[in-house]
């Protein structure tokens, strides 16, 4: 596969720079964009980050990554996963999912006005990408196309700051996806109960919805999970009906 480096996007949220970047389609035509959130301990141009945003500029996807809170540009040094926890907790969880919806949205808008997004909006993120991606999903509303989610659940191991979790709040932002979702299950999840992933999936109000489950522990991913994620986005954003992807430039450079 030809390596597609990821190219520095200029973003700001009220008066936040949001540590950003984006991969450019291959090809000619109206592209789509999707939203690349990563997981806990990751940043917005870690390997799986650029592996996932590879297949789909291949695909002729346009994606956007940000940095999570405390994380990549935005840590003010190496933080362990407690420290960060803590910290987050500390700010007020629900500021901080305020601000990442916020975020989320200025590099929609500061990526489409490269010319990317004409052809539909995807988000894709797992565990820490889920957490912001569902409020995320919810607060877009069917400006999104289609949304894969997964690696997390209602019930969360003791390993994790009692913090982070909302169980209500969560309930709520997963009703409010209406998006068609692919949700990916871990099925020997060490840090999310497999039940309470199903759980939380029976919540997303989606009337098109699917779940995938896939052996391993949390954060494994298998050639065959990054397949069902890869082929569900392409699905809904290129092979959809009356998707023609025509004469317009993919992405202005």
């Not at 994606?63 to 960060?84: C, F, K, Q, T």
Request: hydrophobic residues 45%; glycine residues 14%.
């Amino acid at each position: 596969m030809e390596s597609v480096a990821p190219r520095p996007l200029a973003v700001t949220a009220d008066t936040r720079r949001v540590p950003a970047v984006m991969w450019v389609a291959r090809g000619v035509g109206p592209a789509p964009l999707v939203l690349l959130g990563h997981g806990g301990s990751g940043h917005k141009t870690a390997t799986r980050q650029q592996m996932l945003a590879e297949r789909l500029a291949g695909a002729g996807v346009c994606v956007v990554a940000i940095d999570g809170p405390l994380h990549g540009e935005r840590a003010p040094r190496p933080m362990a996963p407690g420290e960060y926890q803590a910290e987050l907790v500390a700010r007020g969880m629900d500021i901080v999912v305020r601000d990442m919806v916020e975020d989320w949205t200025a590099a929609i808008a500061a990526a489409r006005a490269t010319g990317a997004g004409d052809g539909g909006l995807g988000y894709l993120g797992m565990s820490m990408g889920t957490r912001f991606g569902l409020p995320l999903a919810a607060a877009l509303g069917h400006e999104l196309a289609c949304v894969v989610l997964g690696m997390f659940g209602l019930v969360q191991s003791e390993a994790l700051h009692p913090g982070l979790h909302d169980a209500a709040e969560l309930r709520a932002c997963a009703a409010g996806v209406v998006a068609p979702t692919l949700w990916h299950v871990t099925w020997d999840d060490e840090l999310f109960a497999r039940a309470g992933q199903f759980e939380l999936f029976d919540c997303v109000g989606a009337a098109d919805k699917q779940v995938v489950g896939f052996p391993g522990e949390h954060g494994t991913t298998s050639p065959d999970a990054v397949d069902a994620w890869i082929g569900f986005l392409v699905r809904h954003l290129i092979d959809r009906p009356g998707f023609d992807p025509g004469n317009q430039f993919a992405c202005r450079t």
